[in-house]
Structure formats: C-alpha cells, structure tokens
C-alpha cells in the first residue's frame, strides 16, 4: 500500500511521471577559504592591534581581520590565508626599480607575484588584493630623479607596466584556484595624505599622477571578471583622523572604512563600477 501511494504521487494529473524539485543551495552556510594577498595594510599596520606574518590574529583591527570576522558571521565556516608581507611590492620590475634609484626593498618583502600568488591555496573561495601603495612611493620617486624633462611620460610607462603586472597577478591567482572570488581594492589619491602634507605641489601633482594611474589599472580589472572597491573616491579616506601617526598607513577608523567599502563585494559579490570623474582625483593640478 505504501508503494502504491509513492507511486501515485510520483505522477502528475495527466499521469506523467514527475520528479521533485531539487532544494536551492543557500550559499550562505557553504564552508569558503579567504586568502588576502598585500603588504602591511594586510596585517593592519598603523591600528591598535596589528598582527604577525601568516598568524590567524583574531583581535586584528585591519581590513583583512574585519573581513575575516564579518564573514564568519552567523557561525560560517571560515578557513584563512593571510599571504601579506610588510613592504612589498606588486612585481619585480617595481622591485628592481626600488633598488636602481637607491631605494631597496628588503629581499624578504619580496614582491606580490613571486612571493605571495604561489601560496595561494587551490580551496581558495575569496581573494582580495590590495596592491600600489608601496609601489607608488617607488614609482614617485623614480620619476623624480629619472623623468628628465617630462616625468608625466616616465609615470605612464610605469603605470602601463604596473598594470601589466596587475593582470599577470590575478592570472596567477586564478591558475591556483580557478573559482575564486577576487576583490581588488583601487588606491586613494596618495598626494592628499598626511605623509605628503609638507611636500611641495609639484610632487603632489606627481604622486597624483601615480596614484590615480594605478587605481585606473585596478579599475579595469572589471573587465576581467574582478570586483573593484574604490576607495579613491571616499571623502573618509582623506580625513586625517582616519590615519596612523605615520599619515600613510590607516588607524582603527581608516580600515574599518576599507572593510565597509569591501564587504559586499567579498561576502555578496556585489560591487558598484568605481567612478571616473570623482573630486578626490583631482585635488591637485
């Protein structure tokens, strides 16, 4: 009797076999691996807590320990990488460029490429990328000695390598753990930070230059399937209380604004295209 019951209900009114809808998958209870690929500004430099090399540091206050805890949220099962390395750099051509106008990068910083995307995990769920902030001061400063008399064409070349590097990176990544999630933050306009606040406009125009161009090398990461965050264009992250003592790195609030702006794209996959035309970068001429 119970099978012939099973059977009657397995057809539809017509007397077609059916078969039960398979329940949707809720996404939100799935396990995922968060890797943060960066330099300091990964292991919170400038907060009240920052962490060590490669450690868990759950009472972190940087963007990447907020993203971890706002993720874990709930109860979800987390696991975590965080491959970033006090300063280093995007590629090697940025480190060879450190070192050539006398400026060296520690051999263990490294850069991002060579030292941190061959540790990316194959269960690698999320990414994030922050990249530029080192490399920018590198690229400044070259274009300074090195331009001769037109740093605008020198700053473009280097941005165009910079950008070169950039996909090479996300590419990397990508072999590694084919189904990621990849979130790249773009750069604020470096000149309207307090560290270069006693500069001269002429260098602030030029580490315009650099920054600006980086982050339009971020932003056309979209076009490679990847989420942007901008932070160029949040007002908060020109605020001088949103900085470290060193005016370069973020406090506590700054990188809690880099957790805000990046969470939904992280978590949700959801992102807004980060603008072309905002104030911030223009501050200068």
């Known amino acids: 009797m119970v099978a012939l019951l099973a059977s009657i209900t397995a057809c ?21 691996f968060y890797t943060a690929i960066g330099a300091s500004d990964g292991l919170g430099v400038g907060s009240s807590s920052a962490c060590f090399l490669f450690s868990e540091c759950p009472d972190g206050k940087g963007y990447v320990q907020i993203l971890l805890a706002r993720l874990r949220d709930g109860g979800r099962t987390v696991g975590h990488s965080n491959l970033s390395i006090p300063g280093s750099v995007l590629s090697k051509a940025v480190f060879d460029l450190a070192a050539s106008v006398g400026r060296p990068i520690d ?20 990414v994030t990328i922050f990249a530029g902030g080192n490399d920018a001061n590198t690229i400044a ?5 090195r331009g001769g008399s037109d740093p605008t064409a020198y700053v473009n070349d280097q941005v165009r390598q910079w950008g070169t590097d950039l996909e090479d990176l996300v590419a990397r990544i990508r072999s590694r753990a084919p189904n990621a999630r990849i979130v790249a933050l773009n750069l604020p306009n470096l000149a309207a930070s307090p560290y270069l606040a ?11 230059r650099v920054a600006v161009g980086l982050s339009d090398r971020v932003n056309a990461l979209t076009s490679r399937n990847v989420l942007v965050v901008d932070l160029m264009c949040d007002a908060r992250l020109y605020l001088s209380s949103n900085y470290a003592a060193d005016g370069f790195h973020p406090n506590d609030g700054g990188y809690a604004v880099f957790a805000e702006l990046a969470l939904p794209a992280l978590r949700d996959g959801t992102s807004r295209a980060p603008s072309t035309t905002c104030a911030q970068r223009t501050v200068f001429p």
Request: proline content about 16%.
């Open 141 to 145: 400063f070259a274009a300074r000695s």
């Open 12 to 32: 539809s009114k017509g007397g077609t076999p059916t078969s039960p809808t398979p329940p949707t998958p809720d996404t939100r209870t799935q396990a995922i």
């Open 198 to 208: 006693g500069n001269p406009p002429s260098e602030k125009s030029l580490m315009q």
């Open 107 to 126: 051999q263990l910083a490294g850069n991002f490429i060579e030292r941190e995307a061959p540790f990316v995990r194959p269960e690698t769920t999320h």
